[in-house]
């Protein structure tokens, strides 16, 4: 996919899925009132969060295709795990091997690389400025 | 010489105690509730050039950003990081950096260089260094330069919709017709958070019903706007706020990466962000670290844009009355706006919250956002009256909707407004809030009345709908949010219950997630569900001829408001006054005797019956009458059809009196008394403004005649003092006067004619 595929709804709609692999063509009300689309189901793919970080980088946009980027890979992890994700992220909630643990884990489980470095830079930064989780005893 | 000084020095004493009355004035007015105040850097309280922001510089040193703006990577706090790790684009920045910034700031307002060659140069810039070149524009060329960098090619506008009761059937119906109105966004937030979910539901399906791609959102603390992102209830998400200074960062209870997290979250579920920043929020927080407001936010930008979202909602925001205080404040949050299109980010360029109590410097500030055209030119225009927005009030509301419409139609510039009729909004309204009822049906929450549905249907505001069981009401929001329960639930509820049109349009939405096509910059839908963003609607303005022009349908769109009288309509209108019967006798003769002569002019009574003021002619004419005859003087009536001048008709009528002496009155109603041996220009008393005249002053006239003719001293004439008679009427004048023309008739010349009122 590329620039030219945009916007992929109009010209490459045959190829898009739900994250749980329901083809875009299936999303219609029949299908919605005959129950076979579920909660989980209008939920974006991996892969057509990559076809638009392609289009982004081709249009200029690298610091956006980054993100679109780490953002395919967040589509592995379950919702709760991203709000607690967050939730560690945020300032003074995690010492530095935390963090670090917290990024082994995403790459691992998920294979969610660029994000697992992301979290590691961000260790490294909170580590060389001064917010990490620094008291133990609150834990 | 003594008495002098003496004199002079008392002088000095009384105007200690005197106060001028103008003063007292001025001191009433909206702009002087408003505070004002020297800079003062160490607070962080001056726009650009703070004296300790630092000179722009950058070294790499293998491929690493070894000093920033003055700092070298030891001293970096965890934003320079940020911005040297993620947002320096080192292959551009070396050529950058070594620009002249007055060159850059040329090029931003040439036309000969495009968007992406000046995009391509700020890219490699520091904030420092952005802020320098932005500081060689005065306002017009911020201007012209932000209409060439914005991102996408179409203007548009975001609404906030909120009320006070947090009844969900108004906001469903205030959302539905703020969609017809033309907001490509909507924004609602909430006074309890906890009707978060709520809230959101009703803003989905009645932004929906009343357009369908409407893109919506609610704003609300950072976890729980992620939920109800993931729930398929909002469709972006705005208010991460960014600050310049880590202090304030870790005040919001944030960090540049875990800000940048949440936009990578949001995006892995299919959802449009943006950031918020702007330029004040960190000496409000008391963290400016003795900078400039613009510095600091142009390192928020940098953050941004490292960050990888495709927007921010900039232009002081929230904190926009603290720019305002200082000067050249309005022209920093022009600054700041402009910044973030230079580095590629979509703007909805703030005018959102209450900026002043004068509306003549509200507009002004919007001109600068709303003339250039922006992605967004308000992150939020109040579609609700004041005391129903939640977020502080809106800086323009629903009241202002008329304003803002004239607005776009005299500058021939789109504001992402479209008129609407009465009669359409009230029944989008009401389906919207029925559409509400039917998913509060059928998903078993505390049911919406039919009396509700049909107040929200005419409401203006919160005051205008029944009071709810807010206890009941939460209690549902509680349970919808920890629950299963999602938008599908919300579509097939719709279906079921007859809004098969609504919840094919919310299931649209959902279907838009999957293809993830309003993830790149600046994206919204258009009435079609067709996406425009900056990737196949990019901003090709080069000067004139090009870029985002106003025309074609959209323009006949715009202009043609419900007000809007047809021209021509008006003017073929032609009725004579019933109740006055006027028979030609021939062409008029001189008179002999003491008599004054009343002409008409040629439409007079026959092809019209009414003056500007509204009065019948019947009226005026037996006005006029009286007037002479209360003196005992006859009054003879003629018209005259060579002219319609208000002049020419007194003179020639004037040569024809006895006395000399004649009144002349066009139909619009304008008169003169003139006497024979004067010029045509000359006249004893002319009355200009027919608006401001009354029967008793067209009397009063007819008196004043009567005494010229027998020599008798003339009295005032009274009229009444409107100064806006010629605003609101010159149009109508124009046309009147037309009509009058129209009725000319060279030949005839002045006929003599005998009057009878019915």
């Known amino acids: ?48 969060l990559e076809w638009q970080t392609r289009i982004a980088e081709e249009a200029g946009y690298a610091e956006l295709a980054a993100n679109l980027r780490r953002a395919a890979e967040l589509t592995a992890i379950p919702n709760q795990r991203i709000l607690e994700i967050y939730e560690a992220l945020r300032p003074r909630r995690r010492t530095y091997f935390q ?14 690389d660029e994000t697992a470095r992301y979290i590691r830079e961000a260790a490294d930064a909170y580590r060389d400025t001064g917010l990490l989780k620094t008291d133990e005893t609150h834990e | 010489m003594q008495s002098e000084a003496d004199s002079g020095h008392k002088q000095g004493e009384d105007s200690q105690l005197r106060r001028s009355r103008r003063f007292a004035a001025l001191r009433a007015r909206g702009i002087n509730k408003e505070t004002y105040i020297t800079e003062c850097s160490d607070l962080g309280l001056v726009i650009m050039d703070g004296p300790n922001d630092p000179a722009p510089s950058l070294r790499i040193v293998d491929g690493r950003v070894a000093e920033l703006d003055g700092r070298v990577p030891a001293q970096f706090d965890a934003i320079d990081r940020f911005i040297a790790n993620y947002c320096i684009d080192l292959e551009k920045a070396p050529r950058a950096m070594a620009m002249d910034s007055l060159e850059i700031a040329r090029m931003l307002v040439d036309i000969h260089v495009s968007r992406q060659e000046v995009s391509a140069i ?17 306002v017009l060329e911020m201007m012209s330069a932000l209409q060439k960098m914005r991102q996408r090619r179409t203007p548009a506008n975001q609404a906030h919709v909120t009320n006070w009761k947090e009844n969900a059937a108004l906001l469903a119906a205030d959302a539905a017709e703020a969609a017809m109105r033309g907001f490509a966004e909507e924004e609602t937030t909430v006074r309890v958070a906890r009707s978060a979910p709520l809230s959101a539901l009703a803003l989905l399906v009645g932004s929906q019903t009343g357009r369908g791609g409407v893109l919506t959102q609610c704003a609300v603390e950072e976890s729980l706007s992620l939920k109800l992102a ?7 998400a705005e208010t991460l706020s960014v600050y310049g200074t880590i202090d304030s960062f870790v005040d919001g209870d944030d960090t540049p990466w875990s800000k940048g997290f949440l936009a990578s979250s949001y995006a892995s579920r299919g959802v449009k962000v943006r950031f918020t920043s702007g330029t004040g929020a ?14 600091l936010e142009a390192r928020c930008l940098m953050m941004v844009k490292g960050a990888g979202t495709q927007g921010v909602q900039n232009g002081a925001i929230a904190c926009i009355a603290l720019p305002e205080s200082l000067p050249g404040g309005v022209r920093g949050v022009l600054a700041e706006n402009l910044i973030a299109t230079c580095l590629g980010l979509e703007v909805a360029s703030g005018n959102d919250a209450l900026a002043s109590h004068s509306d003549i410097r509200k507009t002004a500030k919007l001109m600068l956002q709303f003339l250039p055209g922006t992605d967004f030119i308000t992150s939020g225009y109040s579609a609700v009256p004041k005391r129903d927005n939640l977020f502080g009030g ?28 009465e009669k359409e909004v009230i029944e989008v309204r009401e389906r919207a809030a029925r559409a509400m009822q039917a998913v509060y049906a059928e ?88 996406v425009l963003s900056a990737i196949n609607d990019p901003n090709d303005y080069r000067g004139p001829g090009s870029g985002y022009r106003l025309g074609g349908e959209r323009w006949q769109k715009l202009q043609s408001l419900p007000q809007c009288l047809d021209a021509n309509e008006l003017v073929a209108k032609s009725s004579p006054d019933a109740r006055l019967e006027l028979q030609e006798r021939g062409p008029a003769e001189r008179g002999t005797g003491i008599e004054v002569v009343i002409a008409l002019g040629p439409a007079f009574g026959t092809a019209m019956n009414a003056t500007l003021a509204g009065l019948q002619h019947a009226d005026v004419l037996r006005a006029l009458i009286a007037g002479v005859e209360e003196e005992s003087v006859s009054a003879r009536v003629v018209k005259v059809y060579h002219t319609a001048d208000c002049a020419g008709i007194g003179h020639e009528a004037a040569q024809l009196s006895g006395s000399g002496i004649a009144v002349g009155i066009q139909s619009k109603g304008t008169t003169v008394i003139q006497r024979a ?21 067209y009397r009063s006239i007819g008196r004043n005649a009567a005494c010229y003719a027998m020599g008798k001293p003339p009295r005032p004439v009274p009229v009444k003092i409107d100064n806006t008679a010629r605003l609101r009427l010159i149009v109508q004048t124009t046309l009147l006067h037309h009509r009058e023309v129209q009725q000319i008739a060279e030949s005839r010349g002045i006929v003599q004619l005998a009057v009878s009122f019915h």
């Not at chain 1, 010209?11 to 083809?23: E, K, L, Q």
């Not at chain 1, 963090?99 to 969610?112: F, K």
Request: charged share 25%.
């Open chain 2, 394 to 421: 809106g800086n323009f509301d629903a009241e202002d909707f008329d304003d803002w419409l004239v607005l776009q139609r005299d500058m021939q510039v789109d504001g992402g407004l479209v008129p609407v009729q």
């Open chain 2, 122 to 138: 700020m890219r490699g810039c520091t904030p420092a260094k952005l802020v320098q070149i932005v500081s060689h524009l005065n």
């Open chain 2, 282 to 295: 960190e000496a409000l927080m008391g963290y400016s670290e003795g900078c400039s407001m613009l510095f």
């Open chain 1, 99 to 112: 963090l670090l643990a917290l990024s082994q884990e995403i790459a691992g489980m998920y294979g969610a």
């Open chain 2, 443 to 530: 998903l078993g929450f505390p049911p919406i009345t039919d009396e509700e549905v049909a107040a929200a249907a005419v409401a203006h505001g919160s005051e205008d709908v029944p009071d709810r069981d807010s206890v009941a009401d939460l209690a549902a929001a509680d349970e919808f949010l920890a629950g299963p329960r999602t938008v599908i639930d919300v579509i097939a509820a719709l279906a079921k219950r007859g809004f098969g049109d609504v919840a094919a349009r919310v299931l649209e939405m959902q279907r838009q997630r999957l293809t993830g096509d309003y993830l790149q910059t600046s994206a919204i839908f258009d009435d079609n569900f067709k």
């Open chain 1, 1 to 48: 996919m590329s620039r030219k595929d945009y916007p992929l709804g109009q010209f490459c709609a045959d190829d898009i899925r739900s994250h749980t692999g329901v083809p875009l063509d299936a999303f219609t009300l029949d299908a919605v009132l005959g129950g076979k689309i579920g909660p989980g189901d209008a939920t974006i793919h991996r892969e057509t």
């Open chain 2, 230 to 236: 993931m729930k398929g209830l909002t469709s972006y």
């Open chain 2, 677 to 697: 041996d004067l010029t045509r220009l000359n006249n004893l008393e002319l009355f200009s403004q027919a608006p401001n005249l009354t029967l008793e002053s």
